[in-house]
Nanobody, 113 residues
Framework: QVQLVESGGGLVQPGGSLRLSCIAS????????MNWYRQAPGKERELVAG????????NYAETVKGRFTIYRDNGKNTVYLQMNSLKPEDTAVYYC??????WGRGTQVTVSS
């Protein structure tokens, strides 16, 4: 059974940082690309960042380039999203994703003073 479990969300002030984690189980994590998506209230879910199976290739939404970093530890079956210089518009539920079928339940990130 595939499971993706996110953690690390919370309330942070503008300019602050958070690190999200997603622990995967039930499949061969090291063989799959992984993604982080987010969905803000009233908006569609959008791709934030993606990373290849080996970690050598990464891509980012234009809105987060230079502020967010995606990386992974295949030994720990975990993918991370380091978020710096957070803005109120980064407020959303953040989801871990693998392929078209597998999603975590999400973790709330709120950026507010």
């Amino acid at each position: 059974q595939v499971q993706l479990v996110e953690s690390g969300g919370g309330l942070v002030q503008p300019g602050g940082s958070l690190r999200l984690s997603c622990i995967a189980s039930g499949f061969s994590f090291r063989d799959y690309a992984m993604n982080w998506y987010r969905q803000a209230p009233g908006k569609e879910r959008e791709l934030v960042a993606g990373i290849s199976s080996g970690g050598g290739s990464r891509n980012y939404a234009e809105t987060v380039k230079g502020r967010f970093t995606i990386y992974r530890d295949n030994g720990k079956n975990t993918v991370y999203l380091q978020m710096n210089s957070l803005k109120p518009e980064d407020t959303a539920v953040y989801y871990c994703n693998c392929g078209v079928r597998y999603w975590g339940r999400g973790t709330q990130v709120t950026v507010s003073s």
